[in-house]
Structures are given as C-alpha cells and as structure tokens.
C-alpha cells in the first residue's frame, strides 16, 4: 500500500489493510476507540478515519453566513488524496435526527403545498448543493431550528437565531480559530466551506403557534420564543465537538471582548433557492486556556492537528450506499486556520429592532449576564492591520512530536549534546531546494510565500520549536536556566524568518525589495507600497515611509556585491558593453544555511557541555555548559560539524566563512563611526581573530559576509516577519543605520590593511563628504583631531 496523508504528514504505516476498499471513490471509513481527558473524565469515543479528499480545497468563506451550501460539493472524478485522521464520536446529545421515511407524511405534504401556495418552486431542492423540503420540514417541525413566517401569499419567510463559536488557541505563539472545512452530510453530500462551529437556537414555541410577521420580539437580541443563547453556547461545543460541560469550564476561557449580536435579513439562501431567511446571530469567542495540556489533545492541539466529529449516529455504511442517514446526524472535518481580526458590522439591521448599549455579558455561563450590546461601527483601521507572524509549516507539528519524544531519551555516550544529536539524527539539508531558491531570489515571479515553503530545506529550523517548555519537560539537570529572556513560543523561530526575509528582500532591491524590507507584505504576501502617512494596513506609517525614502539603498546593495552574493555581469563588444547584476549560487547558498543555524543554541536545552579533548574552551572547563550561544555554535561547528547537516556539507572556504561570523570580535561599531576611540582600542580582538584564529585565511569579502549577516540578524529582531524589517523600519535610528552602512566597506579592508590605515581612510572620507563642505582634508598634526571631533560631532 501507498503512502497516506495522516494529520496533514506523510506515512508510510498502512491505516486499513483493504487497499481496493480504499482507493474507491467513498464516504469515510473508521474504526473506534475510547479516549478520556487528563482528569479521566471520558469525552467519547475516538476513531480512526480513513477518508478520499480532493487534492486542492478552497477555505474561503461561504458567500453568506450560516447553513447554505454556498460551496463546492465533491466530484469523485477530481483528483483525490487519502487520509486518516482522528475522529471524535460525539455524545449525541440534543441532536434531533429522525430518517427521511419517518417523517409525518401528511404533514409534510402539507408542509410542501404552503410552500407552492407561497409561490415556492421546490422543484430543484435536494440537487446541485441544495437542501429538500424534507430537511426545512425536519428542521422546522423535529429539530426547532427555525420558523416560518407567513405574512401573505408569496411573503413567506424562514427565521432562524444562531450562536456562532470563535474557538480561539496559541499555536507556536500564533492565534489560531477553529473551523470545519468539509462536512459528510446525511444524503452522501460532500461540501467544503470555512464554518465555525455553529447551532441552530431551539424554538420554544409549540408546533401550532403561527408567526404572520417577525415581531420586534423576534428581532430582539434577548428573543423570550427560543432556548437562551448562553445556554446554547455550551451546547454547541457540546453536540458539535463533543466537549461537555465539564470539560468546557476546565478548558476554556469566555472573552468578554468577543461577543456580538447581529442580524441579516432577507438572505437569499443557496440551501433553500426562493425562500428567503432572516438570521439572527450570536457570536461568540471562546480561548483554550492552556494548548499544551494534555485534556485538549482531542482536538488537535497543541500543534493543530486536524480532527473529525461525528454528530448523532452517522453509519459509515449507509452514508456509502442508496440508504440516507437519519436528517441532522453529519461528520466534520476541522482544522485550525491562522486567526483573523474579525468584523462586526451588524448587516441590515431593521427599523424596527432596537439596538441595546449595555456592556457585553462578562460570560455565557454566568446566572445573571447583562444584556451583551448590539455591534458597534467596526474599526475598519484596526480591522486592516496585518497579522505579522508566520505560521508554522504543516511539517512542524511532526518534527516537534519528534523532538519531544526525544527529550525522554538517554543522551549518547561521548556526545555534547545528546538532544541535539538525536533531534538532527539521520537528518539532511535538501541541496537541490536550496541553490534553487538561491538561483531565483531575483526572479520577479519568485514569490515571498514561495521562498517561506522552500526553507524546509534546512532541517535546523525545526530545533527553534524547542522552548521553555520543551526545557521544562527534560530532566532534571538540563541546563533550561539559559533561555533567552522575553520569548514566547515560537519567536525565535520568527526571528529567524524574519531574518531569512531580511535577506529575500535585500537581494531584490531593484524589484519589490523596497517595499517589503520597509513596510512587510499584505495579506496575500505581497509586498505593501503605502499610499500615504493615514495608511492603516502598517503600523506607524509615517516612520516606514521616512525609511524608504531616506534610506541608502545604494550602500545596501554595495555591501551584498562586498560579500560576493552577488556579482555584476558585463557583456557586449568593445563599442558597446552592458552589465547586469546575477546571484552567487554558492555564496547564497552558505548565507541561507548560516541563517538556518546561526541561533539555535538560543534553545537552551541543546547547548553543548566541554568534552575532556576540547577542554578548556573560550573559558568554559570539562563538563561546563557553554552559556554563550554564539561559543556554544562554534564548539559544534569546529569540533561536531556533523550534527549540523546544514554546515556540515558547505565546501571548506564557506565553512571558513561562516564559522567567522561567529566569532567574538570585540568590535564596537558605534565608537568606529563616531570615532570615539583610536585604532588599537577598536581593532586589536578584530585583527588578533584573523591573524591567531583564522591564520589570516578570512578575506574582504568574509568580512563583508559577516556584516551581511549582522545587518539580517538585526533585521529580524522583531517577532514580526511579515511586518517588515521593523527594528529598522521604525525602531532604529536611520542616521545610525546609514553611517554603519557606509562604514562597512571600510571596516572590512582589515582583513589586508593596518588598523591605523583603515581609521584614517574612513576619517578622510567623512571630512569629504560631509554636508556643508568642510574644505580640502586636513593635514598636519592636528589633522587626525580635527576630523575625529568632526564624527564626534555628528548632526551638530
């Protein structure tokens, strides 16, 4: 048997042993077992469900708001997929389902005749995504999920009230909401649509109470004719996904701040064609208090994996044959989408329904609430902003299983860090990616969310998912005391990206580089061009504006060619020549896999221990801790380049190169640019690292590389990588930024000039270039004073 999707990762362990059965063009297929949370409490039964998927789904929203099959249905002649997920068996409590041949017959031709009296064409119901009169008539009259209003002879009306849930969890530091993304229906339907989970109100009316008209009563957010809508909201998560009560207060947490009532009248409802719908809807945020606790591990968390529910009791075997389940029994399959601001604009709100301005209710399931107040205008600025963090790739969830079963682990006899070595254990940098991402970084149809997929390259990104709580988790004597301060989960791997996008960018200056280096990228990662200082989609515009246009781009792009990233090619004959810049593959290529590596000894819980050969080292005795991160990399790359797949394969010179940017070389840029102290106190550590460490091997161009790198660590100190290169954009002082830039061509001449020739050419070059002219340089003895006091000076 082939290989199967299992939680969105690829396997190659056989889910059901008829590989016949499984490729045929049918509904799901489970097996079950039970399943309880932390406390011990059972929460139902788990399944494992093997379903055929279209390779290619869309999660964008229905074109209205509730239960109308405004989707794609399935086409068993597309191109499919298999997987097999885990699938929650819901209570069944409160679902009404009733099969289509137990309906009152004489009622429901009844029912169907009001419906062609009304001027109703029911003709089509039941084909082409919509829903039969037996299904209005269930929900009407078994379920009371709705009612219909019959003012006159064509006014007909269905009226249902919903409450809405917004289940909301971090996921590697990114909120993240819950949504179905396919639903198996009762009548062997498929549909594929983005739904949170979702309940009709019941109605408390009796069967022959009659509604001429939607009454202000109806409108009313506090409606006296249906359940209460807090009650309600605990029902839903309970007949949706299974989760009772008990398992809701443990788990979760109401937000105050969520809360909405909104009302859409006369929609035109793809579910029933000609009649329209009124919907009134309560909308509500949930937060799962903590995703790492083992009770919530049923659904999905905490690496948000997708899960399936079953409701009521959906036979696998009928749903595959002429046989239709009973009407209200379904399966969905949920997956956790990164999460959106959201909008509240209450849409065509009636005259007569009057909005209350009461505070929202502090929860749902407190006795006494205050009446939640209707939606307000929605600030559409704050709306716009972007989210700025990247989400994890769907491979992470798997590595982080990975690497936590290998907390538990012995260490490896002779290793410096056990974990470490078991975590990149029979790992490999995928070369071939990586020199194809290099080659078409200044492709203009190369795309930022494409570069993001092709970092999956570099198998050390995955180490920056170990955090505090990975530490925490190991044993005693881990050393988890030297975490970074300040982070939360999954910012280091944010930094990281940010810094790989610091590079994307600099390398496509002369595309859309500009733009995204200085502002971020939009929704669709595409790089924002702002229109002006009130443009919301960025925060604090004015200053991203002043960057871009202040900044010097020039200097940027000189320090990559410096570096040898890039080169410039010159063709043409003796009358007529042209250039054109192009990429250094290699050099490119060490760059990226630098950035991949450069702080994953920030995760505390691998940093190295001295070995008895190697002691001691930069300090550090037998058996010690390397603290430092930048020693602890250069310990592994000196002395185990192997555990580092992504150093480890680099050819000698770039191994060379790269191992120099992590050296300590003492060297304060702020005292060089400024001038603010002579050149042995600025150089000394800078020349004895080349000279006594690299045996005077590191070049210009090393140097220049070091820079580089520098520059994109910094770049991407935010926790924002799809905000832009923020540190400098709006936190950075933009003069600062541009004397370093100019500076750089000049520090790097240390590799082969005196560290008083390198002073004095720079101290030369700014008394030319200053602003006002300052004269002919001065000479003399006087003359190294006088232009040392003029960079002391700065803006004065």
């Given at each position: 048997?082939?290989?199967?999707?299992?939680?969105?990762?690829?396997?190659?362990?056989?889910?059901?042993?008829?590989?016949?059965?499984?490729?045929?063009?049918?509904?799901?297929?489970?097996?079950?077992?039970?399943?309880?949370?932390?406390?011990?409490?059972?929460?139902?039964?788990?399944?494992?469900?093997?379903?055929?998927?279209?390779?290619?789904?869309?999660?964008?929203?229905?074109?209205?708001?509730?239960?109308?099959?405004?989707?794609?249905?399935?086409?068993?002649?597309?191109?499919?997929?298999?997987?097999?997920?885990?699938?929650?068996?819901?209570?069944?409590?409160?679902?009404?389902?009733?099969?289509?041949?137990?309906?009152?017959?004489?009622?429901?031709?009844?029912?169907?005749?009001?419906?062609?009296?009304?001027?109703?064409?029911?003709?089509?119901?039941?084909?082409?995504?919509?829903?039969?009169?037996?299904?209005?008539?269930?929900?009407?009259?078994?379920?009371?999920?709705?009612?219909?209003?019959?003012?006159?002879?064509?006014?007909?009306?269905?009226?249902?009230?919903?409450?809405?849930?917004?289940?909301?969890?971090?996921?590697?530091?990114?909120?993240?909401?819950?949504?179905?993304?396919?639903?198996?229906?009762?009548?062997?339907?498929?549909?594929?649509?983005?739904?949170?989970?979702?309940?009709?109100?019941?109605?408390?009316?009796?069967?022959?109470?009659?509604?001429?008209?939607?009454?202000?009563?109806?409108?009313?957010?506090?409606?006296?004719?249906?359940?209460?809508?807090?009650?309600?909201?605990?029902?839903?998560?309970?007949?949706?996904?299974?989760?009772?009560?008990?398992?809701?207060?443990?788990?979760?947490?109401?937000?105050?701040?969520?809360?909405?009532?909104?009302?859409?009248?006369?929609?035109?409802?793809?579910?029933?064609?000609?009649?329209?719908?009124?919907?009134?809807?309560?909308?509500?945020?949930?937060?799962?208090?903590?995703?790492?606790?083992?009770?919530?591990?049923?659904?999905?968390?905490?690496?948000?994996?997708?899960?399936?529910?079953?409701?009521?009791?959906?036979?696998?075997?009928?749903?595959?044959?002429?046989?239709?389940?009973?009407?209200?029994?379904?399966?969905?399959?949920?997956?956790?989408?990164?999460?959106?601001?959201?909008?509240?604009?209450?849409?065509?709100?009636?005259?007569?329904?009057?909005?209350?301005?009461?505070?929202?209710?502090?929860?749902?399931?407190?006795?006494?609430?205050?009446?939640?107040?209707?939606?307000?205008?929605?600030?559409?600025?704050?709306?716009?902003?972007?989210?700025?963090?990247?989400?994890?790739?769907?491979?992470?969830?798997?590595?982080?299983?990975?690497?936590?079963?290998?907390?538990?682990?012995?260490?490896?006899?002779?290793?410096?860090?056990?974990?470490?070595?078991?975590?990149?254990?029979?790992?490999?940098?995928?070369?071939?990616?990586?020199?194809?991402?290099?080659?078409?970084?200044?492709?203009?149809?190369?795309?930022?969310?494409?570069?993001?997929?092709?970092?999956?390259?570099?198998?050390?990104?995955?180490?920056?998912?170990?955090?505090?709580?990975?530490?925490?988790?190991?044993?005693?004597?881990?050393?988890?005391?030297?975490?970074?301060?300040?982070?939360?989960?999954?910012?280091?791997?944010?930094?990281?990206?940010?810094?790989?996008?610091?590079?994307?960018?600099?390398?496509?200056?002369?595309?859309?580089?500009?733009?995204?280096?200085?502002?971020?990228?939009?929704?669709?990662?595409?790089?924002?061009?702002?229109?002006?200082?009130?443009?919301?989609?960025?925060?604090?515009?004015?200053?991203?504006?002043?960057?871009?246009?202040?900044?010097?781009?020039?200097?940027?792009?000189?320090?990559?060619?410096?570096?040898?990233?890039?080169?410039?090619?010159?063709?043409?004959?003796?009358?007529?020549?042209?250039?054109?810049?192009?990429?250094?593959?290699?050099?490119?290529?060490?760059?990226?896999?630098?950035?991949?590596?450069?702080?994953?000894?920030?995760?505390?819980?691998?940093?190295?221990?001295?070995?008895?050969?190697?002691?001691?080292?930069?300090?550090?005795?037998?058996?010690?801790?390397?603290?430092?991160?930048?020693?602890?990399?250069?310990?592994?790359?000196?002395?185990?380049?192997?555990?580092?797949?992504?150093?480890?394969?680099?050819?000698?010179?770039?191994?060379?190169?790269?191992?120099?940017?992590?050296?300590?070389?003492?060297?304060?840029?702020?005292?060089?640019?400024?001038?603010?102290?002579?050149?042995?106190?600025?150089?000394?550590?800078?020349?004895?690292?080349?000279?006594?460490?690299?045996?005077?091997?590191?070049?210009?161009?090393?140097?220049?590389?070091?820079?580089?790198?520098?520059?994109?660590?910094?770049?991407?100190?935010?926790?924002?990588?799809?905000g832009g290169c923020e540190k400098f954009s709006v936190k950075f002082p933009l003069p600062v930024l541009n004397s370093f830039l100019r500076s750089f061509e000049f520090v790097e001449k240390i590799a082969t000039q005196t560290e008083t020739g390198v002073m004095e050419e720079y101290l030369q070059m700014r008394w030319s270039e200053h602003t006002p002219s300052m004269g002919t340089v001065p000479i003399g003895d006087s003359a190294i004073a006088k232009m040392r006091l003029l960079c002391m000076a700065q803006?004065?």
């Amino acid at each position: 048997m082939g290989n199967v999707q299992v939680c969105g990762c690829e396997t190659g362990t056989p889910v059901i042993q008829d590989e016949e059965a499984l490729l045929s063009p049918t509904a799901p297929m489970a097996v079950k077992r039970e399943t309880s949370d932390a406390s011990g409490q059972q929460v139902g039964n788990v399944t494992n469900l093997v379903y055929i998927e279209r390779t290619a789904y869309n999660l964008s929203s229905a074109a209205s708001t509730t239960d109308g099959l405004s989707s794609r249905q399935s086409d068993i002649s597309s191109k499919t997929k298999t997987k097999a997920i885990s699938m929650l068996q819901t209570a069944g409590i409160g679902v009404v389902a009733m099969p289509p041949e137990k309906l009152d017959k004489t009622k429901l031709a009844s029912f169907r005749e009001n419906l062609h009296l009304a001027g109703i064409d029911t003709s089509k119901w039941g084909y082409g995504g919509s829903k039969s009169v037996e299904h209005l008539f269930w929900e009407a009259y078994q379920q009371k999920g709705c009612i219909i209003t019959t003012k006159g002879p064509g006014e007909m009306k269905r009226v249902t009230r919903l409450v809405k849930i917004r289940l909301v969890a971090e996921i590697f530091g990114v909120d993240h909401a819950l949504f179905s993304r396919m639903q198996f229906l009762h009548d062997g339907r498929t549909a594929e649509r983005k739904q949170v989970p979702l309940r009709k109100l019941s109605w408390t009316t009796s069967e022959d109470t009659e509604f001429k008209e939607c009454t202000e009563e109806i409108y009313a957010e506090e409606c006296p004719h249906t359940e209460n809508w807090k009650i309600g909201c605990k029902k839903t998560l309970e007949e949706r996904l299974g989760l009772s009560q008990a398992w809701q207060a443990q788990h979760l947490v109401w937000d105050s701040e969520g809360y909405r009532y909104t009302i859409e009248d006369d929609v035109k409802s793809d579910g029933y064609p000609g009649l329209n719908t009124l919907y009134c809807i309560h909308e509500v945020t949930f937060r799962v208090r903590d995703p790492e606790h083992s009770g919530v591990q049923i659904i999905g968390l905490p690496e948000g994996q997708e899960f399936a529910t079953a409701e009521g009791d959906f036979n696998f075997n009928c749903q595959q044959d002429d046989r239709w389940l009973a009407i209200g029994t379904q399966l969905n399959i949920w997956t956790w989408a990164r999460a959106t601001t959201q909008s509240h604009a209450m849409a065509r709100t009636p005259s007569s329904a009057k909005a209350s301005s009461a505070p929202s209710p502090a929860s749902p399931t407190a006795a006494a609430a205050p009446v939640a107040a209707a939606a307000a205008a929605p600030n559409k600025a704050e709306e716009m902003r972007l989210i700025r963090r990247v989400p994890l790739p769907a491979s992470s969830a798997q590595a982080l299983t990975r690497m936590q079963a290998a907390l538990a682990e012995t260490n490896k006899k002779g290793s410096p860090s056990g974990l470490l070595w078991r975590c990149m254990e029979n790992m490999s940098t995928d070369w071939a990616k990586a020199k194809r991402m290099a080659n078409k970084m200044m492709d203009p149809k190369y795309t930022l969310s494409q570069f993001y997929a092709d970092l999956s390259a570099f198998p050390e990104l995955n180490l920056y998912l170990l955090d505090d709580k990975a530490s925490s988790s190991s044993s005693a004597g881990s050393p988890s005391a030297g975490m970074s301060s300040g982070r939360t989960l999954g910012d280091e791997f944010q930094r990281t990206i940010g810094a790989f996008f610091a590079i994307f960018w600099m390398m496509r200056l002369d595309l859309d580089g500009k733009d995204g280096f200085a502002n971020g990228v939009d929704e669709t990662w595409l790089p924002v061009a702002l229109t002006g200082k009130e443009d919301m989609r960025v925060t604090q515009p004015d200053k991203r504006i002043a960057f871009q246009r202040n900044a010097k781009w020039d200097f940027f792009q000189k320090l990559l060619m410096d570096a040898g990233l890039i080169e410039e090619k010159k063709s043409g004959t003796i009358f007529k020549s042209s250039s054109k810049i192009q990429v250094n593959e290699k050099r490119l290529v060490s760059l990226l896999a630098l950035t991949a590596v450069h702080d994953i000894m920030k995760m505390a819980v691998i940093l190295p221990e001295v070995q008895e050969e190697h002691a001691p080292y930069h300090g550090y005795g037998l058996g010690d801790t390397i603290g430092d991160h930048d020693h602890a990399l250069s310990y592994m790359m000196e002395h185990y380049p192997q555990v580092l797949p992504s150093f480890r394969d680099l050819e000698a010179s770039e191994k060379r190169s790269v191992q120099f940017t992590q050296c300590n070389l003492c060297f304060n840029h702020g005292w060089f640019v400024q001038a603010e102290a002579p050149p042995g106190a600025i150089f000394t550590t800078f020349r004895e690292a080349l000279v006594r460490d690299h045996k005077s091997l590191i070049s210009q161009r090393d140097v220049a590389l070091y820079f580089v790198h520098w520059l994109t660590d910094l770049a991407g100190a935010e926790p924002t990588p799809l905000g832009g290169c923020e540190k400098f954009s709006v936190k950075f002082p933009l003069p600062v930024l541009n004397s370093f830039l100019r500076s750089f061509e000049f520090v790097e001449k240390i590799a082969t000039q005196t560290e008083t020739g390198v002073m004095e050419e720079y101290l030369q070059m700014r008394w030319s270039e200053h602003t006002p002219s300052m004269g002919t340089v001065p000479i003399g003895d006087s003359a190294i004073a006088k232009m040392r006091l003029l960079c002391m000076a700065q803006m004065n």
